[in-house]
C-alpha cells in the first residue's frame, strides 16, 4: 500500500482510511491477545482514537501506516490490560492456552508478539536458522548437522536473517 500523507486529508478521513486498511488486522491481532471480542473492540476503538488525536504525528518517511498504527494498538493493548487486569493470550502453534499475566510481563510480551510477527518477513531458510539458534539454543555446528549445510551456510543465513529482522523492526517502530 502506497503511503499517503496524513495532512492532505484531515484527521477524520485519515483514521477512517486507517479503519478500513488496518481495522480488521488490528482487531484479529487484539482478539488473539485477548480472547475476548469486546475487549478486543474496545482495543480497536481506542487505538483509532488515539490515531486521530494523533493524526499529525504520523511520519510516512519513519514507517509505514501500518506499522504505525500497531504501535499505537500495542501500547492501546498494555494500557488496557493494565486497567481492566484483563488476561492476555498467549498463542501458540500447537494450541491455544490462556495465560496470566503480571504488569511487569506485559510490555515483554507485546514485544515478543511484534518480534514474531516481523519474523514474517524473514525468509523460510533464514527464519529456520533464526529460530533453530535464538529460540532452540542450538550452536551454528548443531544448526549446520541438523540441517546438512556448511557451517559457513549457517553463519550467512543467521546474519541476513538478523538483517531482515531488523530491518521489519525498525519498520514497525520498535527499533531505531
Not at 492532505?8 to 485477548?34: I, P, Y
Not at 471480542?37 to 499529525?56: F, I, L, P, S, Y
Amino acid at each position: 500500500m502506497a503511503r499517503r500523507d496524513p495532512g492532505s486529508e484531515g484527521a477524520e478521513g485519515f483514521v477512517r482510511r486507517l479503519c478500513v486498511d488496518h481495522g480488521d488486522a488490528v482487531f484479529g491481532w487484539a482478539l488473539t491477545r485477548f480472547g475476548d471480542r469486546r475487549d478486543a473492540e474496545e482495543v480497536v476503538a481506542e487505538t483509532m482514537v488515539r490515531a486521530w488525536r494523533g493524526h499529525a504525528q504520523f511520519d510516512p518517511e519513519r514507517g509505514s501506516e501500518r506499522a504505525w498504527v500497531f504501535g499505537i494498538a500495542r501500547n492501546t493493548a498494555v494500557d488496557h490490560f493494565r486497567r481492566g487486569r484483563s488476561h492476555l493470550r498467549l498463542v501458540s502453534d500447537s494450541e491455544m492456552s490462556e495465560e496470566v499475566v503480571t504488569d511487569d510481563s506485559v510490555e515483554r510480551i507485546a514485544e515478543a508478539t511484534l518480534v514474531r510477527d516481523a519474523l514474517e518477513v524473514v525468509s523460510d531458510l533464514h527464519r529456520e536458522v533464526l529460530v533453530l539458534a535464538h529460540y532452540g539454543g542450538m550452536t551454528v555446528q548443531e544448526i549446520a548437522a541438523r540441517l546438512g549445510v556448511p557451517t559457513g551456510t549457517v553463519k550467512s543465513r543467521l546474519y541476513y536473517a538478523m538483517r531482515s529482522l531488523r530491518a521489519a523492526l525498525e519498520e514497525r517502530g520498535i527499533l531505531r
